[in-house]
């Protein structure tokens, strides 16, 4: 099974439309997906597939009715488009990302202060898990 870490930005439009219904149809993925051209009903079965086979959706039929349930959550799909982001720079630093968007981002004091607790968080699991606790 191919990795759901690599969707295309087609894919990521269909898993957004999947995670805010919880599930849909062919049929109601190609209507939420169109803008001005109606999406062809094939064209968004060819989709569900490719996302079935990168294990982001799963297949569920009821009677004659099948849809799609999304089993890709949206943060670990954040995670990965980060972390593919990060790769392509050319150091694939964090730290140098990270400083660029909280210099030339305006954050409330408290979202920093919980992200710093989050990060020492982490850090304190990753020791305790080092250390065999």
């Known amino acids: 099974m191919a990795s759901a870490t690599h969707l295309t930005e087609e894919e ?16 109601e993925l190609a209507m939420a997906m169109s803008g001005h051209d109606r999406m062809a009903h094939s064209t968004a079965l060819e989709l569900l597939r490719r996302l079935r086979e990168k294990g982001a959706v799963e297949r569920h039929r009821s009677g004659g009715h099948i849809t ?22 050319a150091d694939g630093s964090g730290q140098g990302l990270g400083m660029v968007v909280l210099r030339d981002s305006d954050f409330d004091p408290q979202d920093l202060a919980d992200l710093r607790a989050e990060r020492e968080e982490k850090a304190a699991a990753k020791k305790r898990r080092d250390l065999g606790h």
């Open 12 to 27: 990521n439009r269909a898993m957004r439309v999947l995670w805010d219904r919880g599930a849909a149809s062919a049929t």
């Open 68 to 89: 799609y349930r999304p089993q890709l959550n949206r943060e670990t799909a954040k995670s990965h488009t980060l972390g593919r982001i990060l790769g392509n720079i």
